[in-house]
């Protein structure tokens, strides 16, 4: 841990939460809110009714007077239909919690047309979790379009497509779509990207804060602002060469963070807004060969803007060609000097090469949750809080 700014305290372990089946990929998506925490988990235990044995689960903890406790298991019912033909696409590869709303992207979920691709929406009533909406789009079947990525704040829902295929139309590339809740209604509002991004242009994460919506992947990420009910093309950010650009989004205010982790050692670049102009304000890096940048979360709160960057090929001994890449993240603070190494995550002691430490993040106020998906036989998640 380094450059650490006079004030603000340093993350302490809280809880560690183990996957509860052999190989199950626990912690491949997570998302946190101020009293929740949900974890993906890609290969889960049999849904009651269910022919396929994998069909992934969500796990919601809440947060107590004496930690975290489990608080659900979420499986949508229409699993046990067996729509899902390949488990290893199941449930929750992309989560996003806002207030009393979660949303479970299952871009594997196929259903009887063989359209690919759902959202799940589930609502918080009496301290549970209840299913109360499914989010498909009209799609050529067998192609996997819809659910590559959501973001949710309040009543507004991002989810990302990686590529268009609608039935009777050439593929085209990667797009969003923008949802508005009306009580348990979800109205689309936009479709953003379709038809104006190359054809190989896929989809890889979409991030949303107030009136801004950022859509990445492919290379390039594109930003757009919020008139009225309509949703107008505010930049595209292109990277300039063009190695992993893209694969993670952040927004917080007028500040937007893009991860590369193929650029090198891994990149995380910053832009902040100025008018209506992006603006590059700039690039952060740790390590060697790291991935670093393969996901990012910004945060304001009360210690200032802070970004969480992972790094799941991370190795503390900095060797070049060792085995031992377990995995970490790194959090950064703005500051009138520039952006400031705050502190590091590393992985357990007990890790091994490969667990991926970092995979997965989410960070809010003075939580934050870190997931290592392959660790061991069934993958953590691991839950941080600010020391007072």
């Not at 009225?228 to 093309?233: C, E, I, T, V």
């Not at 102009?277 to 910004?298: A, D, I, M, N, P």
């Not at 997965?360 to 106020?365: H, L, N, P, R």
Request: positive net charge; aromatic residues 10%; glycine residues 12%.
């Amino acid at each position: 841990m380094t450059g650490l700014p006079a004030g603000a305290a340093p993350f302490e372990m809280d809880t560690q939460v183990l996957g509860p089946a052999p190989n199950g990929q626990f912690g491949i998506a997570v998302a946190l809110s101020e009293d929740t925490a949900a974890v993906g988990s890609l290969y889960s235990p049999r849904v009651r009714g269910a022919t396929q044995p994998n069909t992934g689960s969500v796990y919601v903890y809440a947060r107590g007077g004496d930690g975290w406790v489990f608080l659900q298991r979420l499986a949508p019912p229409d699993f046990a239909k067996d729509y899902s033909s390949d488990p290893n696409l199941g449930l929750s590869a992309s989560l996003a919690i806002s207030d009393n709303t979660l949303a479970v992207a299952a871009p594997g979920r196929r259903d009887l047309q063989g359209r690919m691709g759902a959202v799940y929406i589930f609502s918080r009533r009496n301290g549970r979790w209840i299913q109360r909406g499914t989010l498909t789009v009209n799609s050529q079947p067998y192609h996997n379009p819809f659910a590559s990525a959501v973001a949710l704040q309040g009543r507004t829902l991002v989810v990302g497509a990686r590529e268009d295929n609608i039935p009777g139309h050439p593929s085209d590339g990667g797009f969003a779509y923008v949802f508005e809740s009306f009580g348990d209604r979800w109205v689309q509002r936009a479709k953003l990207l379709s038809g104006n991004v190359p054809s190989y242009f896929r989809t890889t994460c979409v991030a949303i804060d107030g009136d801004t919506i950022a859509v990445g992947g492919s290379g390039s990420v594109h930003v757009f602002a919020r008139n009225g009910l309509a949703w107008n093309r505010q930049a595209q950010i292109t990277a300039t060469n063009g190695t992993g650009f893209g694969n993670s989004v952040s927004l917080s205010g007028d500040t937007l963070a893009v991860g590369a982790p193929s650029d090198g050692n891994g990149t995380a670049y910053i832009y902040i807004r100025v008018g209506q102009r992006w603006q590059f304000e700039g690039r952060l890096t740790f390590g060697y060969r790291s991935q670093f940048g393969h996901k990012v979360v910004l945060h304001q709160g009360a210690n200032g803007l802070e970004v969480m960057v992972s790094a799941p090929s991370y190795n503390p001994e900095q060797y070049r060609y060792d085995t031992r890449r377990q995995g970490g993240a790194h959090l950064f603070a703005r500051t009138p000097e520039g952006w400031l190494l705050k502190q590091q995550f590393l992985a357990p002691p007990h890790a091994s090469n490969g667990d991926r430490f970092g995979h997965a993040i989410d960070f809010k106020g003075d939580t934050a949750i870190i997931s290592t998906p392959y660790r061991s036989s069934s993958g953590a998640t691991y839950i941080f809080q600010r020391a007072n």
